[in-house]
């Protein structure tokens, strides 16, 4: 009975600037698909009277919500978040394309 070989399995990961740019770009879509989600489900973590379990105001959709501060911070900088990855993928993407460029 002969063995079949098979070729060298290629890394999909082949260098450090590819993981890093998968992360980040993963990253920005949990992001965006997070941003989207607490928008849309505001309502369901509020109230519309501030209480001891929900002293942050927010003010979104005409009127004013409040959250408890860790979920409150979180929906205030999500839109400095989403900014801060979608520069990093694209700084990355191109970092990612001049390493290609470069002869070896």
Same mark, same amino acid.
């Given at each position: 009975?002969?063995?079949?070989? =098979?070729?060298?399995?290629? &890394?999909? $990961?082949?260098s #450090?600037? %590819?993981?890093? @740019?998968?992360?980040?770009?993963?990253?920005?879509?949990?992001? +965006? =698909?997070g $941003?989207?989600?607490?928008?849309? $489900?505001? @309502?369901?973590f509020s109230?519309?009277h501030?209480? #001891?379990a &929900?002293?942050?105001?927010? %003010?979104? @959709?005409?009127?004013?919500? $409040?959250? %408890?501060?860790?979920?409150?911070?979180?929906?205030? %900088?999500?839109?400095?978040?989403? =900014?801060?990855? =979608?520069?990093? +993928?694209i700084?990355v993407?191109?970092?990612?394309a001049? +390493?290609?460029?470069?002869?070896?």
């Open positions: 009975m002969e063995w079949i070989t =098979l070729p060298p399995r290629g &890394h999909r $990961f082949d #450090t600037i %590819n993981i890093l @740019h998968t992360t980040i770009v993963l990253l920005l879509v949990a992001t +965006s =698909l $941003f989207v989600a607490m928008g849309a $489900f505001i @309502h369901n109230t519309l501030p209480d #001891t &929900h002293p942050f105001p927010i %003010n979104e @959709h005409g009127g004013t919500f $409040f959250l %408890n501060p860790m979920l409150g911070r979180l929906y205030v %900088n999500m839109p400095w978040i989403w =900014l801060t990855t =979608l520069g990093g +993928s700084l993407t191109r970092l990612r001049k +390493s290609k460029l470069r002869p070896e």
